[in-house]
Each structure stands twice: as C-alpha cells, then as structure tokens.
C-alpha cells in the first residue's frame, strides 16, 4: 500500500466497480509537476493515478468522484474512465 502522509485527503466512498472501499488523496508535489489524483483501494487493488488538469480546484475532483454515474453498469469508476476509456493522461468532466 502506498504512503499516503504526504497527500491530501479529499474522501473516500464505496466503489461497486471493485466492490471496494476508495480513498481519494491529492499529490500537490508530483514530479510531473501536475497535481495527482491517487485512489487507494482497500481491497488490493493497485493503486489509480491520473493527472488533475491545471484549472481545477479541489472541489472539482470531488465533484467527479461523488457524480452519480450515467451508466451504473460502467465497468469503470467517474474518476478512471478518462484514463481507461479514452487514454487520457487527466481527469476531465
């Protein structure tokens, strides 16, 4: 698992995609030098990364996280479909 005492923590929530519990952080000192969007899963699962574009407060990456899904049978997470299903390198609504 990884460290998380040098993120912010900004929530956690079930995720049924995994039948997980998500702890979402924020790495504000990436060495990409975008701030990080890292999801921890408590049931092994590797851990999610996914790049916050510049614009966007805290609030909305939470706002996505905490979205209801348009499709509740989505095989990916609000926060990893940009990642997984387009090959985007950040988050975007």
């Known amino acids: 698992m ?8 900004i929530g956690e929530s ?3 995609q995994y039948q997980s ?3 979402f ?5 990436h060495t990409s030098g975008l ?7 408590e049931n092994g699962d590797p851990d999610f990364l996914t790049g916050i574009p510049a614009g966007w407060a ?10 209801p899904m348009k499709n509740p049978n989505s095989p990916y997470p609000a926060w990893e479909v940009p990642a997984r299903a387009y090959g985007s ?3 975007y609504a």
């Open 2 to 9: 990884r460290d998380v005492s040098k993120l912010k923590f």
């Open 14 to 16: 079930f995720c049924s």
């Open 21 to 23: 519990q998500a702890k």
């Open 25 to 29: 952080y924020i790495d504000e000192a």
């Open 35 to 41: 701030r990080h969007l890292v999801v921890v899963y």
């Open 58 to 67: 805290d609030e909305n990456v939470q706002d996505l996280i905490f979205w």
């Open 89 to 91: 390198p950040t988050l």
